[in-house]
């Protein structure tokens, strides 16, 4: 085991029991030993001593949708890379989506996820399973037998399922093992070949449009039937005003129904794509002014329970093309946490709110030990200053992918140091 830990003169935020003081914690054998407020007492000889000097120790951040190129598309990006990019983004924890190649349906798949992962990363890598076998929508997999191999959740990725039918018998299987559904409310035939926001933008720009039907149609029938059958039910990203009216509605009829939103979603909008910004073309797409707006409204107010990067590795081949034929997604777990200071340093959301949608909130809706600042609690942990300016440069992404939507983007904020099981496995001064 690592020797003890001590990090002293911090400000301690913790989201799960909303405390916010300054104090020290003690970190021995891999989990969280002790907390005090001001000094912490008979902490022992040999620990390493971190002096904080007043910055903000929260618990490590848990991003609930990262795709990885592995297995298939190593070149986009590794567990290994993936895991370096997310310490350096202050995530702990990073839930893995199953669309890769093969497809993560079968138990050795999930049991090779977590073993190599264990391996060579340096994060915790959380497998989930697809609902479906290859993601086709039709057969559904061994509920039990992934669950049992460790899958945490199970999702489509970037797919959608189509049928009421499939869903509904989806969440049946999903609740006999306790297990939620993580899924993207998207209807393809609305969506069709659409590759922008539909309104005068994409009018003007000659693109063909997405409606905002495309995604409130399916989440609410994926709401309707959550509240049928009592599954736990994640909208795995929204992106308009309506579709959060919806959950809104929802939600206060089930305790098992949450949604997550995308940083990009929170702090883009559609005109960020510009002159055909190929970096900017997402799924969901980005949406209006307004739409963002609202959605920073109900991430305030707790209708949007959790933020993610929605990091999704492509390389410049199949992102240097015409917007229209261009690959969709954009990396983002290193500017995750610096992403959503923005929101604070406006003003829109205090930094309890932001924090608690990238800590405590995905760690209850995964069902993790995870996401807390107490004493038996994993050493999950980052050191953020918030005020820290620094501009996103391609020359330092750790991704094995450049494709950022904040490329050369002034932050303010950013992780200092990040602790995994008690081990630091980040320091912003030996990465500079």
Same mark, same amino acid.
């Given at each position: 085991?690592?020797?003890?830990?001590?990090?002293?003169?911090?400000?301690?935020?913790?989201?799960?029991?909303n405390a916010d003081?300054?104090?020290?914690?003690?970190?021995?054998?891999?989990?969280?030993?002790?907390?005090?407020?001001?000094?912490?007492?008979?902490?022992?000889?040999?620990?390493?001593?971190?002096?904080?000097?007043?910055?903000?120790?929260?618990?490590?951040?848990?991003?609930?949708?990262?795709?990885?190129?592995?297995?298939?598309?190593?070149?986009?990006?590794?567990?290994?890379s993936a895991g370096?990019? &997310?310490?350096?983004? /202050?995530?702990?924890?990073?839930? !893995?989506?199953?669309? %890769?190649? =093969?497809?993560?349906? *079968?138990?050795? #798949?999930?049991?090779?996820?977590?073993?190599?992962?264990?391996?060579?990363?340096?994060?915790?890598?959380?497998?989930?399973?697809?609902?479906?076998?290859?993601?086709?929508?039709?057969?559904?997999?061994?509920?039990?037998?992934?669950?049992?191999?460790?899958?945490?959740?199970?999702?489509?990725?970037?797919?959608?399922?189509?049928?009421?039918?499939?869903?509904?018998?989806?969440?049946?299987?999903?609740?006999?093992?306790?297990?939620?559904?993580?899924?993207?409310?998207?209807?393809?035939?609305?969506?069709?070949?659409?590759?922008?926001?539909?309104?005068?933008? &994409?009018?003007?720009? /000659?693109?063909?449009?997405?409606? !905002?039907?495309?995604? %409130?149609? =399916?989440?609410?029938? *994926?709401?309707? #039937?959550?509240?049928?059958?009592?599954?736990?039910?994640?909208?795995?990203?929204?992106?308009?005003?309506?579709?959060?009216?919806?959950?809104?509605?929802?939600?206060?009829?089930?305790?098992?129904?949450?949604?997550?939103?995308?940083?990009?979603?929170?702090?883009?909008?559609?005109?960020?794509?510009?002159?055909?910004?190929?970096?900017?073309?997402?799924?969901?797409?980005?949406?209006?002014?307004?739409?963002?707006l609202a959605l920073?409204?109900?991430?305030?107010?707790?209708?949007?329970?959790?933020?993610?990067?929605?990091?999704?590795?492509?390389?410049?081949?199949?992102?240097?093309?015409?917007?229209?034929?261009?690959?969709?997604?954009?990396?983002?777990?290193?500017?995750?946490?610096?992403?959503? #200071?923005?929101?604070?340093?406006?003003?829109?959301?205090?930094?309890?709110?932001?924090?608690?949608?990238?800590?405590?909130?995905?760690?209850?809706?995964?069902?993790?030990?995870?996401?807390?600042?107490?004493?038996?609690?994993?050493?999950?942990?980052?050191?953020?200053?918030?005020?820290?300016?620094?501009?996103?440069?391609?020359?330092?992404?750790?991704?094995?992918?450049?494709?950022?939507?904040?490329?050369?983007?002034?932050?303010?904020?950013?992780?200092?140091?990040?602790?995994?099981?008690?081990?630091?496995?980040?320091?912003?001064?030996?990465?500079?």
């Open positions: 085991m690592h020797r003890p830990l001590l990090i002293e003169n911090a400000r301690i935020v913790d989201p799960a029991s003081f300054s104090g020290a914690v003690l970190v021995e054998n891999g989990v969280i030993a002790d907390i005090a407020q001001g000094a912490l007492p008979g902490a022992p000889d040999k620990c390493r001593r971190i002096d904080a000097k007043g910055l903000v120790l929260a618990p490590g951040l848990i991003d609930m949708r990262v795709f990885t190129g592995e297995p298939g598309h190593e070149y986009r990006e590794t567990l290994q370096r990019a &997310a310490a350096a983004g /202050g995530v702990t924890s990073m839930l !893995v989506m199953p669309d %890769t190649q =093969p497809v993560i349906d *079968d138990g050795a #798949l999930v049991e090779f996820i977590a073993r190599h992962a264990a391996a060579t990363t340096c994060v915790n890598v959380l497998p989930s399973a697809a609902i479906t076998k290859g993601t086709e929508g039709c057969e559904l997999t061994e509920f039990g037998l992934l669950r049992e191999a460790g899958a945490v959740c199970f999702t489509e990725g970037r797919k959608s399922l189509q049928s009421a039918a499939v869903m509904r018998a989806a969440m049946i299987y999903a609740t006999n093992f306790d297990a939620p559904i993580v899924h993207l409310p998207l209807e393809a035939s609305l969506a069709a070949d659409g590759v922008m926001n539909a309104g005068p933008l &994409a009018t003007f720009r /000659g693109l063909k449009g997405i409606a !905002v039907e495309a995604e %409130t149609i =399916p989440l609410d029938r *994926d709401l309707q #039937l959550a509240l049928a059958t009592g599954a736990r039910y994640h909208a795995a990203q929204i992106s308009t005003a309506r579709a959060a009216e919806i959950a809104e509605a929802y939600k206060g009829r089930s305790a098992g129904v949450s949604v997550g939103v995308s940083i990009n979603a929170l702090c883009l909008n559609e005109n960020d794509v510009g002159s055909y910004r190929t970096f900017f073309k997402l799924a969901p797409p980005l949406r209006s002014e307004d739409d963002r920073v409204e109900a991430l305030r107010t707790g209708v949007i329970d959790t933020i993610h990067s929605d990091h999704d590795p492509q390389d410049s081949e199949v992102k240097r093309q015409p917007f229209a034929d261009a690959a969709i997604g954009a990396i983002g777990l290193e500017t995750l946490l610096p992403a959503a #200071l923005r929101l604070h340093h406006a003003g829109d959301v205090d930094l309890m709110t932001l924090l608690r949608a990238m800590t405590v909130r995905p760690a209850e809706i995964l069902g993790l030990d995870a996401g807390r600042i107490a004493r038996g609690a994993p050493a999950d942990l980052c050191l953020i200053d918030p005020d820290y300016p620094w501009i996103v440069e391609e020359a330092t992404i750790r991704s094995r992918s450049r494709n950022t939507t904040f490329e050369n983007a002034r932050m303010t904020g950013k992780v200092m140091l990040t602790i995994v099981g008690g081990k630091v496995v980040f320091e912003e001064d030996a990465a500079a």
